[in-house]
């Protein structure tokens, strides 16, 4: 499966997801982002964000959310990852430091795993997650993945695969 393909798995397995809403959400969001990052992440559906955007690219929610909202955006951190990539075979770098590392860092955290993408996450998403992850271990050199980011990358697939 190619870059679009992936990208195009992921808008539709989110397609119907609406703006994570709530106080606690709202809260979350505004002590993590900056001002740029709260236009460009607070009440949009995730699949409207605008991956291209300064807010976009200086935020790092993930953590910081609900377990349900981190899991509704995950699949907007999920495409700029595949577009920064795609980018990065383009041109020879990439752009999307903050972002990338941010993405990277929930998908080899076990606890977010866990909790936002075992736990929140239905099982057609998850299998895209599964695609998207198995996709970023072919790419581990471009990546810089360590040899443990890739083990519990495969852990990851495997049990979302079960």
């Known amino acids: 499966m190619n870059a679009r393909e992936l990208q195009q798995k992921i808008r ?5 997801v609406t703006a994570p809403s709530g106080e606690y959400v709202e809260k979350a969001l505004e002590w993590s982002l900056c001002d740029i990052s709260q236009d460009a992440l607070l009440g949009i559906a995730p699949m409207d ?5 300064p807010g976009f690219d200086a935020a790092t929610p993930l953590f910081d959310l609900p377990s349900t909202a981190a899991a509704a955006y995950l699949g907007t951190f999920l495409l700029s990852l595949i577009d920064g990539l795609e980018f990065q075979e383009k041109v020879g770098i990439f752009d999307d430091l903050l972002t990338r590392a941010h993405t990277l860092a929930c998908l080899t955290n076990r606890r977010f795993c866990d909790e936002a993408i075992r736990k929140s996450l239905p099982k057609h998403r998850q299998e ?8 970023l271990v072919a790419k ?11 083990e519990v990358l495969l852990e990851l697939a495997q049990s979302l695969r079960q």
């Open 12 to 16: 539709v397995a989110w397609a119907d």
């Open 49 to 53: 964000v605008d991956i291209h955007s």
């Open 128 to 135: 895209v997650v599964a695609d998207v992850v198995l996709f």
């Open 140 to 150: 581990r050199d471009d990546l810089a993945l360590s040899e443990e980011d890739v």
